[in-house]
């Protein structure tokens, strides 16, 4: 196969020669390379330029077979980019292609390949003793580029092959001899907060107080992972260093984290980040405080090397009151570097916290003269379930009696609270009524109530089911 090199658009012939090319797509594989960071501006049209520098390699096959001595145009067009820097205009005494073969006698720029422009086409001639094949292959190197697509999207690149130069210049697709395109840059945010959440639950068997309801604990328990550092590889403007964190958010403010964790059940430095796997607190980076917020993070956080791992958000709860089903997100606060356009990133899950069992509630519970009410709990599993009701009076109004309901659900069976063993309200106080709120010892699907209310003169019933947390 013969290979020839057309420089199609270049900086100056000792840059190229100076270094290798930076980024490459090869149109024939679809494969690309060279992935740049998102927050800069590689704009020249804004303050300050900072335009992809450098040698960016084309390669492709091509396309059409050409008889010794004979011209054809190549036409090269960028999509989401301009040329920051003109071509040298190419020719066999500025840019002799490198094929050993020699199988173009000449190549010449033609038209486009100057500062601002998209395109550029070039007349090349084949060898006249050897001629070309469709599979010979063809290198372009492009320069200096503007980015005036933002970063949205990948800068494409099409090459095509014509058999005329009013062809090429027409550049209609019904007309070329072969044609093919692909991304010349890809791009990709450098700077990395990276979430992966993890769940617990809390055991209804300690009403809710501690997690784990095979072994119950009020913790330190893994709620879930972060990674905040940079995306690799990815490069800045010259294609070829790595972005570093110092690039994109300030030394000095750097970022900071925040959670929306529930800290009425978190214990003293409950809710902590550790860089171990099982949230000892002999791990402890840095404990959260209550406007749930972390600063400094890079020092606190040890990802100064960005840390491949990340760090655990860990939580201890009380241990005396109820945990709360939640769910945790953590946010990204940073404040950009000079010429850097590193965002914030929204609040996002980092874990959640569940409820094993049952809980049920009854709304609205009252005493009324003439009345009497009742709750019925049944349990359709085949093991017996225990369950605690929690009653609360309305506010300025007091419970006399039976505050808490406890008992047990018999296996395929039902219980009945009713007569002495309901709550009462004193009405001296205030309204009396209140509401219940039942939580059981068993499979969700498996348990149900009613709250019932019977009028003693006219035996009219009243069934009430009583609710579930977040589905009414």
Not at 408 to 417: D, E, L, Q
Not at 432 to 458: D, S
């Amino acid at each position: 196969m013969k290979k020839f090199s057309v420089r199609v658009v270049a900086l100056a012939a000792g840059a190229l020669a100076a270094g290798s090319a930076l980024a490459s797509v090869n149109l024939d594989t679809g494969v690309t390379t060279g992935t740049f960071a998102k927050e800069f501006n590689y704009s020249t049209t804004a303050a300050p330029a900072n335009p992809i520098t450098g040698a960016l390699t084309v390669s492709t096959k091509l396309g059409f077979g050409v008889s010794g001595g004979q011209n054809r145009y190549i036409r090269v067009d960028l999509s989401g980019a301009q040329l920051a820097a003109a071509s040298l205009g190419l020719g066999p005494n500025t840019n002799t292609p490198t094929d050993t073969t020699n199988a173009f006698s000449n190549a010449v720029l033609v038209a486009g390949g100057t500062i601002g422009a998209t395109y550029a086409i070039y007349q090349v001639t084949a060898n006249a003793a050897n001629g070309a094949t469709p599979a010979d292959a063809i290198t372009i190197l492009v320069p200096s580029l503007n980015i005036t697509n933002g970063n949205a999207s990948a800068v494409t690149v099409t090459y095509t092959l014509y058999e005329t130069a009013t062809a090429a210049v027409a550049n209609s697709p019904n007309t070329n001899l072969y044609q093919n395109s692909g991304a010349l840059l890809n791009f990709q945010n450098g700077l990395k907060f990276a979430l992966t959440p993890g769940s617990q639950t809390a055991a209804v068997s300690t009403l809710y107080q501690k997690f784990n309801p095979a072994a119950p604990t009020v913790g330190p328990v893994l709620i879930g992972n972060l990674v905040y550092g940079v995306n690799a590889p990815v490069v800045k403007a010259d294609g070829v260093t790595q972005v570093a964190l110092a690039d994109l958010v300030t030394a000095a403010t750097n970022a900071s984290f925040t959670t929306t964790a529930d800290f009425s059940t978190v214990a003293v430095n409950g809710l902590f980040l550790d860089n171990g796997n099982a949230c000892l607190t002999t791990s402890t980076l840095v404990s959260l405080n209550t406007a749930n917020t972390i600063g400094t993070p890079v020092t606190a956080l040890g990802v100064t090397a960005n840390t491949p791992n990340g760090v655990n958000l860990c939580y201890t709860a009380k241990g005396t009151v109820p945990i709360a089903v939640q769910t945790v997100n953590a946010a990204l606060n940073v404040v950009a570097a000079v010429n850097s356009a590193a965002a914030s990133v929204p609040a996002a899950s980092i874990g959640t916290i569940a409820h094993d069992g049952t809980q049920l509630q009854a709304p609205l519970v009252q005493t009324t003269p003439g009345f009497i009410s009742r709750f019925v709990l049944t349990n359709t599993g085949s093991t017996a379930a225990t369950y605690t009701g929690a009653v609360t009076a309305l506010a300025g109004s007091a419970v006399l009696t039976n505050s808490t309901l406890n008992g047990t659900i018999p296996a395929g069976g039902s219980s009945v609270i009713e007569g002495a063993a309901m709550p009462t309200f004193d009405p001296t106080v205030g309204p009396a009524r209140g509401f219940v709120v039942f939580t059981v010892a068993g499979p969700n699907n498996n348990i149900q109530g009613a709250y019932q209310i019977v009028n003693q003169a006219t035996g009219a019933i009243s069934n009430l089911v009583m609710v579930r947390p977040g589905t009414n």
